[in-house]
């Protein structure tokens, strides 16, 4: 099994809601990695791929997807409430639903964090603990699998047309603050351009 990690994506700080859908990308795809690797190795010792991979993709999920939720519940969720018109009710309405999937989960992901850090440190799993490992990343599988369709088919492209301008460049920087980057003068520029 080939394993690729750290393809480019498509969007940067300019474009904060593309970002945010470049995320979803990240995490069906180190989700899938996750389960590959789990039914492939059935929790015996795995080869240095493997182990690499795996350590990479619960890193992802410890540091950076909570960063993702972050962006949702803390920046867009509450503009995207102020902002909203008499259209946008409906979607609204499936922020409740998107939040409480985000509770869903992280308890999910606590339990591949616990076994899948056991895994990388004692080299093996016991049967139970590879069930276990296997059933909680089929369940985050089907969560996000209807989770990121709504967000990428109807929050997201609603957030781009009932988001002013200042909302969505608020937005951009929340986001990269979060992950402690400073939007230098050109970048800033870009963004302004993009959303006039």
């Excluded at 474009?15 to 039914?39: W, Y």
């Excluded at 049967?127 to 909680?136: E, G, I, N, S």
């Excluded at 089929?138 to 990428?152: G, S």
């Amino acid at each position: 099994m080939a394993i690729t990690i750290g393809r480019k994506l498509e969007s940067d700080y300019a474009n904060p809601l593309g970002m945010l859908s470049d995320c979803h990308r990240r995490i069906e795809k180190f989700l899938n990695l996750l389960l590959a690797v789990t039914k492939q190795a059935q929790g015996k010792e795995l080869n240095d791929e493997y182990h690499t991979a795996f350590a990479t993709a619960l890193r992802y999920f410890r540091e950076g997807a909570p960063k993702h939720t972050r962006d949702e519940e803390d920046s867009l969720f509450p503009r995207m409430r102020q902002a909203a018109g008499q259209q946008a009710l409906q979607v609204l309405a499936r922020l409740e639903e998107l939040q409480q999937d985000h509770a869903v989960a992280d308890a999910g992901h606590h339990t591949v964090e616990v076994l899948g850090s056991r895994w990388l440190a004692e080299g093996h799993l016991t049967p139970a603990d590879t069930q276990a490992l296997t059933q909680a990343l089929e369940r985050l599988h089907a969560l996000y699998q209807r989770h990121i369709v709504i967000e990428d088919t109807e929050v997201f492209p609603l957030a781009g047309r009932i988001l002013m301008p200042e909302e969505i460049h608020a937005l951009a920087h929340e986001m990269a603050a979060r992950r402690g980057v400073r939007l230098d003068a050109q970048m800033l520029l870009a963004l302004q351009t993009t959303n006039q």
